[in-house]
T-cell receptor, first 112, second 110 residues
Framework: QQQVKQSPQSLIVQKGGIPIINCAYE??????FPWYQQFPGKGPALLIA?????SEKKEGRFTISFNKSAKQFSLHIMDSQPGDSATYFC???????????FGTGTRLTIIP | NAGVTQTPKFRVLKTGQSMTLLCAQD?????MYWYRQDPGMGLRLIHY???????AKGEVPDGYNVSRLKKQNFLLGLESAAPSQTSVYFC?????????FGPGTRLTVT
């Protein structure tokens, strides 16, 4: 039972472009939506997170857009760089429960 | 601070053998987790713990056991390894919803 669906599975974008990764969830009790970034051979690390009381959150070149009615959220990377090449995971959890449900991941490649 | 550490980094087992993976964290976190990562499957939760002496099943617990005898350590055991358990295993700990991951253990079962 996949509660968080992530797309696309892989994405290739030219340097300076804006890759967009999308996630959809089913459980309306979810109220915390983080994105994790993973480089090859490393563990995932928290990149940015949002709660459903706002529709957008920006941290540097990374932006989460959140659509509560559609039960969807997405990650946008502005002015993408080759160093952003990594696998990105969306996730979700319920308030009071730190256990996360992860999406299946998106392998992003930024070409110079 | 070392954060979250995992031992060993790599291991090859034969079918039917047993082993224990050790996870240690020095951040005084209550919550700890074991995940497995397989291509196209993302991170799937095996077992987790909400505090010393507690454990709970995650999404894919079959074939694994865990123990949390000390707050800083979370052990994952495979009693009789199977080829389907070939994977990369990650341990994590969390506070205020942010999970901190270890570097992973690559396990191959032949």
């Amino acid at each position: 039972q996949q509660q968080v669906k992530q797309s696309p599975q892989s994405l290739i974008v030219q340097k300076g472009g804006i890759p967009i990764i999308n996630c959809a969830y089913e459980n309306t009790a979810f109220d915390y939506f983080p994105w994790y970034q993973q480089f090859p051979g490393k563990g995932p690390a928290l990149l940015i997170a949002i709660r459903p009381d706002v529709s957008e959150k920006k941290e540097g070149r990374f932006t989460i857009s959140f659509n509560k009615s559609a039960k969807q959220f997405s990650l946008h990377i502005m002015d993408s760089q080759p160093g952003d090449s990594a696998t990105y995971f969306c996730a979700a959890s319920n308030f009071g429960n730190e256990k996360l449900t992860f999406g299946t991941g998106t392998r992003l490649t930024i070409i110079p | 601070n070392a954060g979250v550490t995992q031992t060993p980094k790599f291991r090859v087992l034969k079918t039917g053998q047993s082993m224990t993976l050790l996870c240690a964290q020095d951040m005084n976190h209550e919550y700890m987790y074991w995940y497995r990562q397989d291509p196209g499957m993302g991170l799937r939760l095996i077992h987790y713990s909400v505090g010393e002496g507690t454990t709970a099943k995650g999404e894919v617990p079959d074939g694994y056991n865990v123990s949390r005898l000390k707050k800083q350590n979370f052990l994952l055991g495979l009693e009789s390894a199977a080829p389907s358990q070939t994977s990369v295993y990650f341990c994590a700990s969390s506070a205020y919803y942010e999970q901190y991951f270890g570097p992973g253990t690559r396990l191959t079962v032949t």
